[in-house]
């Protein structure tokens, strides 16, 4: 059946900020929806609050609105647009929920709005875990035994009859968030007691464990005619007991026969059918018994998923794009493949390579959490590779993570404690198990001692074994032979492994194998196994006979993109590679994009012209740039705009006689090095905080001494405040540098003054070496010392005067002259007493770079595509790509809010960790709230990221000595706005001399009052409290302040942890008490003048 | 250790690899087969006689062969290319390695070429003769020549290798209700169980049974099996299929059967380029207009009109289903006899069981006859 022509406009709604468990994948998914449905001559009407996406450019959508995605927000866009359908399965369960809450409040049937993708009883038979059970059962599927609790009550009892451990899952989550395995009541009443709070429907399922079988998830697709494909089969090398975000996954299943994958397959048809997905994509997840065979199936997600999107990578099976023209009407025999041109998309595709999907962590960031993998997914990212086996796409795989601890190393001398001890430590799961693995097999463990302790099957654990006996032979005396270079390439070694060990140089590996012509061929993912011609360039390194790189005329610019997500290098920097790849192809040059991460925009091979699924490493690097000169002109490459990942790249890429695009590497040197930087800020007549380079733990005492305390200390080379500390004292600086930092003069450790209260600045501007374009000036909220990326801030600036303007500028011009930018270049400043600080200068796309391209409409980072091959502003501004004069100009007030994880982790003890902000960037994403004042849009702001501000109620205030005073006048008006306060004893007294009345309410330490007056934790947890004010002490977790903290995230209530962030809620919660609630498309906002 | 290893084709192009299986040589028809799974099927279907087959997934032997899954009592390719074999077997029902059950019965192979790079080759320049050579003193010159000298499979008449010499019986499961002849031509284990599952006693008769026979038996219906070779060969079993038909003995074909109820019917067949071998294969079945994914093997098909109903002697027919992929004939049937066919594979093995169904339409079909008479 062709296009259902009754839908001439449809809302698609996306899934808001980055958070574990929901991340760049589904700006894929919504961006493909997007262009499909625009192709098609629909209307999209879209809603996202994160302005780091592709989808929320405004080319996308005909009306884009960057709103909360709640009901009420929805209703209102809703009724504004009065769209014919709304699309809410390319959203994730953000989109998924959000649609459900539309039902139930009536709006959909209201408004005359139909569902398209999956209807309300489609989603609800698929999440509903009795529903979901109901339909296993009746298509001859088999679900792991369990029981449905509502209370803590049924949950202690169910476990009784199902036997511990047990696993606990509530419904209507994502990522497994509230999950977990109880392997005792006490950990039950944790776990399923967390479980409860953050299901919407507040029940939970208790579930007999599977703890060790084998894990298959299969990517389904159906059609309004009923047909049904499977897109994709993966497997997880991690057993059932780790969630499969956090899994290693592969494709295809490696250790299936076809019986036992067609009973897979079977179900996986049956189970859409009844559940009754019409039309689009759903993953369902699968347990087999490795001993028996018998088969579990553990849940579906009736929607897109981030499964799909790896299986959209892993195949060339654009699962997105294809549920987006299945649910306006088409079936797959009518949708043609993209990459043969001739067959239809109502195929299975087959694969001829393997993937390998590796999660990345960051539980650095979170020292006290449990590092622990369980049922929550705890990854923020992942990596992907493709290669002709097994062994090479694992080890691809591995060095994509850039994680140095990640890839295989084969120590010598250990003795034999190290194996007894791997062994048994990697019974748990964790981020590095795998590499224990490989390291007690190598030490000599039998792949019987490591199944038993992992339950890794035991193909995989071959697999690594035959990687070590490998090493073995590289390492062995003697010439490394053609044969055996070659073999090892095969197997996935990276020059780095094998010169390590050969005990030589990586640049003597590369130049022999160079010596010998043994390099990578390029492969195709082509859907087929290479049945059909492809004519899509998605490629893949091998090292076999036959390269599939096209010759080509055009000019080629090559993209290095970012990289699998991590804590301070996300979405944003993809947005920025996607943009200049986009602009650049339109002024005709071959766009040439290299980058790991299967969640993105950029790894869609729509985006480029060429997209290489390559680890962002110089070796595989130097390789892609070799192949694409011998298949036509190559320009350059562009570094600038994927964050640190290629910045750290591009030195060594024009040492090895790369072009570099744009800024040059000397000048991101001089950026970058704190000494050269000193000189040209000096040079300029600038001042940055007094600091200092320590090379030993001495030499840090004796600069901080000099420029007083507190300072901010780091490790050089940094990216997202990894390793950085605020301190108050000499004690605290030895023990940060014990503990965070190897200190030696090669690894030197960055001590600068810290400018108490001062106001923070964020600058993204353009520089062509002569003329400056500054894109905008965000002021943070909170004050300086809470990582830039951790803050919320504000286009344009609150408080900053026009004097102060035209200085920020002038600073910008100097730096970005001075360091010798060649496109974009991000400036943090602080403004204290009057004095403008230059903190530090990155001279490269920023993660601001797409929130000011929203906030302005001026595409930065297409703009700064352009400067690196050589177009100049003053061009730039005649063809229209930046405004004919002035800056960029906030239309509007945006807000930027932080989106942190806390309610992720857990410390071992199943606590919860610190939910405070500090120098270290701790977020996974943001959001973006426009409006007319700041009240309202940091208000949207604070409802997108976090959940609404209270207009009434009670607020429980806590501040530290330092914050009293700023914290009189937020006080008061929220009393005067009817607030009711309550204070610890401190803080009480503090506003009452200022004539402010609060309630006094005992400390957790002070434990409840003779005549059982509760403590402010006990407050917060019983959910008396609307509002929590707490800002900590310095750093180093009171107990007080971490308790409410924690139990405001547990407890999902706001909590504010600074007397900025204070004044902002105030002014947000005065915006919604005046009952000020708009909704405007960002195209109707940029449109003004 | 394994030893230098060359696949050659009869174009002169080389692949060096490395041994695998049994040393030696070997000649046949270079064929490639996409599925991800089922290579001990694959290996077992006697449609692969006299074939060299490439497998296009990387990793081969990784859950090595079980009892269950053989699709006859023999591994019947003539050689075998693999990217990865497996060193290790790990599944819960295997109960041997792949290797070892390819050294016992003498299956030469060649392991660790770049089996796109061949696939490639042969979807352009077709399927073609090739040879195994290992542990071989020879030229590469001496290679090429030998491949040369071996058959082709055009003109190859090979039913006569794979069928059984007698007749054996598969008894119904549960209530008997038909009795279904089966014409061996290199019929899979798959086949004879699924009518079993639907209450059909399976009469697998050697493949130059002849009408009288059959009329003897007096079965439900005729089934035609799959079998390799050239469907052009085979004009005894097109006059038996004749007779079948004047008869309106209902008749059901897959594969090779399927070709030569198409010749029975007065049409030709073709050799493809390179085939259809895989699990994934798109068809539509134009009655209903639904998809299925269904399992390939053929480097035959039929010549048929896909636009209308067609005329034979024995009333009208048409093509029922095609392939979507390349629109080659993957169906017909009779309108007015009760007769069909498939190109493609409904036992599915290995595969998807999306065309399942096609047996219960056989077995309506001897019902519908029944109730008829």
């Not at chain 1, 999956?118 to 792991?144: H, W």
């Not at chain 2, 799959?226 to 006059?239: H, L, R």
Request: aromatic share 6%; glycine share 8%.
């Amino acid at each position: 059946m062709p296009l259902d022509t009754s839908i001439k406009s449809v809302l698609v709604i996306g899934s808001g900020p980055i958070v574990i468990g929901q991340a760049c994948e589904f700006d894929y998914s919504g961006t493909q929806a997007c262009r499909v449905l625009r192709a098609e001559g629909i209307r999209v009407v879209l809603v996202n609050s994160n302005p780091a996406t592709i989808m929320t450019d405004p080319e996308f959508a005909d009306a884009t609105y960057i709103e909360p995605i709640t009901p009420e927000y929805l209703e209102k866009i809703i009724e504004t647009e009065r769209p014919d359908a709304v699309l809410a399965t390319l959203g994730g369960q953000t989109a998924l929920n959000a649609a459900m809450a539309l039902y139930e409040r009536g709006t959909l049937q209201k408004f005359g709005v139909r569902l398209i993708g999956a209807d309300v009883d489609a989603i609800q038979r698929g999440e509903n875990r009795e529903l979901f059970r109901d339909i296993v059962e009746k298509v001859g599927g088999e679900s792991a035994q369990s029981i449905i609790c509502r209370t803590l009550e049924d949950c202690m009892t169910a476990a009784e009859l199902l036997n511990y451990p047990v696993v606990v899952r509530p419904s209507f989550t994502m990522g497994g968030l509230g999950s977990g395995i109880a392997f005792d009541s006490l950990q039950l009443e944790q776990i399923a007691g967390a479980g409860l709070r953050h299901s919407p429907t507040s029940e939970v399922l208790l579930e007999e464990s599977i703890l060790g079988w084998k894990e298959f998830e299969l990517e389904v697709m159906r059609d309004q005619s009923d047909n049904v494909v499977i897109v994709c089969g993966i497997e997880n090398v991690d057993p059932m007991g780790v969630h499969t975000g956090d899994s290693i996954t592969v494709a295809p299943a490696m250790t299936l026969t076809d019986v036992e994958y067609q009973r897979l397959r079977d179900l996986s048809l049956k189970i859409i059918r009844e559940v009754g997905v019409d039309t689009g994509g759903c993953n369902i997840q699968f347990a087999v018994n490795p001993e028996t065979g018998r088969i579990i199936v553990i849940e579906m997600n009736p929607r897109v998923s981030r499964s799909s999107a790896l299986a959209s990578k892993a195949t060339g099976f654009p699962i997105a794009k294809i549920a987006t023209k299945l649910a306006i009407g088409y079936t797959l025999n009518e949708i043609q493949n993209d990459i043969t041109k001739v067959t239809p998309a109502s195929f299975e595709p087959t694969l001829d390579y393997v993937v390998v999907k590796v999660p990345r962590f960051a539980f650095e960031k979170f020292a006290d959490a449990d590092p622990r993998l369980t049922t929550t997914m705890k990854s923020v990212g992942e990596a992907m590779a493709i290669g002709r086996s097994f062994s090479e796409a694992l080890q691809k795989a591995l060095r994509s993570l850039e994680r140095k601890e990640a890839p295989f190393t084969w120590p010598i001398d250990q003795p034999e404690s190290v194996k007894l001890a791997l062994l048994a430590s990697m019974q748990i799961p964790t981020e590095y198990r795998l590499k224990e693995v490989q390291q007690a097999l190598w030490l000599g463990a039998t792949i019987e001692e490591v199944y038993s302790a992992t339950r890794i099957d035991r193909w995989y654990l071959n697999q690594i074994c035959e990687i070590n006996a490998h090493a073995v032979e590289i390492a062995a005396p003697g010439e490394l032979t053609e044969d055996l270079l070659k073999s090892a390439k095969q197997m996935g070694f990276s020059d780095i492994q094998i010169a390590s060990l050969r005990g030589v140089s990586e640049e003597d590996i590369r130049r022999q194998r160079h010596h010998l012509n043994i390099r990578p061929v390029y492969k195709t993912v082509d859907t087929c196994a290479a049945e059909f011609e492809a004519f899509t360039p998605y490629h893949y390194s091998s090292y076999e006979e036959e390269t599939e790189v096209r010759q080509r005329s055009k000019p080629a610019v090559i993209i290095l993109g970012s990289g699998p997500n991590r804590i301070g290098q996300g979405i944003e920097f993809d947005y920025s590679c996607v943009h200049a790849s986009f602009e650049l192809h339109d002024r005709n040059y071959e766009t040439i994009m290299v980058n790991c991460n299967p969640e993105t925009v950029s790894t869609d091979y729509d985006t480029s012209d060429r997209l290489y699924f390559e680890p962002l490493t110089l070796e595989d690097v130097l390789e892609v740039v070799y192949a694409e000169m011998q298949a036509g002109p190559v320009m350059g490459v562009i570094t600038q705009l994927g964050g640190q990942t290629p910045l750290g790249l591009a030195a060594a890429l024009k040492a090895a006689g790369v072009t570099i695009l744009g800024t040059s590497p000397e000048a991101i040197n001089l950026a970058e090095e704190r000494g050269a930087f000193g000189l040209v800020l000096k040079e300029q007549g600038l001042v940055a905080p007094s600091f200092g380079m320590a090379s030993s733990h001495q030499e840090a005492l004796e600069i901080a001494q000099r420029i007083g305390y507190p300072v901010l200390v780091r490790p050089s080379f940094v990216l997202g405040g990894r390793g950085m500390e605020i301190v108050y004292d000499d004690a605290s600086l030895g023990g940060f540098i014990t503990r965070a930092t190897d200190i030696t003069p090669d690894h030197p450790v960055l001590v600068d003054r810290f400018l108490d209260s001062a106001i923070e600045i964020d600058v993204d501007a353009l520089f062509d070496g002569h003329e400056l374009f500054l894109g905008g000036v965000m002021e943070h909220i909170e004050e300086a010392g809470i990582h830039s990326g951790d803050s919320a801030c504000v286009i344009p600036s609150m408080t900053l005067t026009p004097e102060q303007h035209v200085d920020i500028r002038e600073a910008t011009e100097k730096i970005a002259r001075g360091v010798g930018v060649s496109g974009l270049i991000n400036i943090q400043f602080a403004m204290a007493d009057r004095v403008l600080y230059v903190l530090e200068a990155n001279p490269r796309a920023s993660r601001t770079v797409p929130f000011v391209s929203k906030a302005t409409g001026v595409p930065l980072a297409k703009a700064a595509a352009r400067i690196a091959i050589g177009s100049t502003i003053a061009e730039l501004r005649e063809e229209g790509l930046l405004p004919a004069q002035g800056d960029g100009k906030a239309k509007g007030v945006s807000v930027k809010e932080a989106v942190l994880p806390w309610n992720r982790f857990r410390r071992t003890d199943g606590r919860g960790v610190d939910a405070v902000l500090g120098p270290e960037m701790r977020s996974t994403g943001e959001v973006m709230g426009i409006a007319q004042t700041f009240g309202e849009s940091y208000s949207k702001s604070q409802i997108a990221a976090f959940g609404p501000l209270p207009k009434s109620g009670q607020v429980f205030i806590s501040l530290a000595g330092k914050d009293k005073a700023s914290g009189v006048d937020p006080a008061r008006a929220l009393s005067e706005m009817g607030f009711g306060l309550i204070a610890t004893a401190g803080t009480a007294a503090y506003l009452a001399e200022h004539g402010i009345k609060a309630t006094t309410v005992r400390k957790n330490s002070e434990g409840p009052g003779l005549f059982g007056e509760r403590t402010a934790v006990d407050l917060i947890a019983s959910g008396s409290i609307d509002l929590v004010i707490n800002t900590p002490v310095g750093r180093g977790t009171r107990q007080d302040g971490w308790l409410i903290r924690t139990a405001a995230v547990q407890r999902s209530i706001p909590c504010i942890t600074t007397t900025a962030g204070f004044n902002a809620a105030v002014a947000g919660i005065a915006s919604l008490q005046r009952g000020e609630f708009s909704v405007r498309p960002l195209q109707d906002w940029l449109a003004d003048a | 250790m394994a030893t230098k290893a060359y696949l050659v084709l009869d174009d002169g192009r080389v692949f060096e690899g490395k041994s695998w299986g049994t040393t030696g040589k070997t000649f046949g028809e270079a064929v490639f087969a996409t599925g991800m799974t089922g290579y001990q099927e694959t290996l077992t279907d006697p449609s692969y006689h006299k074939q060299v087959v490439a497998m296009t997934a990387p990793h081969i032997g990784n859950t090595g062969v079980n009892f269950e899954d053989n699709e006859s009592h023999k591994i019947w390719v003539a050689g075998f290319a693999v990217r990865n074999p497996s060193t290790l077997t790990s599944n819960w029902r295997s109960s041997g390695s792949l290797e070892d059950e390819l050294v016992s019965q003498g299956i030469v192979c060649i392991q660790g070429i770049d089996t796109r790079a061949l696939t490639r080759h042969l979807r352009d320049r077709g399927a073609m003769r090739v040879g195994i050579f290992s542990d071989m003193n020879m030229t590469r010159e001496e290679m090429v020549i030998e491949v040369r000298k071996s058959p082709s499979m055009a003109g190859a008449h090979l039913v006569g290798d794979v069928s059984t010499a007698k007749t054996y019986i598969v008894p119904a499961i549960g209530e008997k209700h038909f009795r279904v002849a089966a014409i061996d031509l290199g019929i899979k284990h798959s086949t004879p169980r699924l009518l079993s599952e639907r209450g059909v006693e399976v009469h697998v008769m050697p493949f130059d049974t002849t009408f009288a026979q059959i009329q003897e038996l007096a079965p439900d219906g005729v089934f035609l099996s799959n079998g390799p070779g050239d469907p052009a060969t085979m004009n005894e079993v097109v006059d038996l299929v004749r007779s079948l038909l004047t008869a309106e003995i209902p008749i059901f074909g897959i594969c090779f059967g399927h070709q030569i109820l198409g010749r029975a019917l007065g049409f030709s067949t073709y050799k493809l380029q390179f085939g259809h071998r895989g699990i994934n294969q798109p068809v539509l079945d134009k009655t209903t207009g639904k998809v299925e994914i269904t399992a390939h093997n053929h480097g035959f098909a039929l010549q048929a009109p896909t636009d209308d109903t067609f005329t034979t002697v024995y009333g009208p027919g048409e093509v029922s289903h095609i392939s979507l992929n390349d629109g080659v004939v993957e169906g017909i049937r009779m309108l007015e006899i009760p007769a069909f066919s498939v190109q493609y594979h409904p036992e599915a093995a290995a595969g998807p069981h999306d065309a399942a169904y096609l047996f219960d339409r056989f077995t309506e079909m001897m019902s519908t006859k029944r109730v008829d008479a």
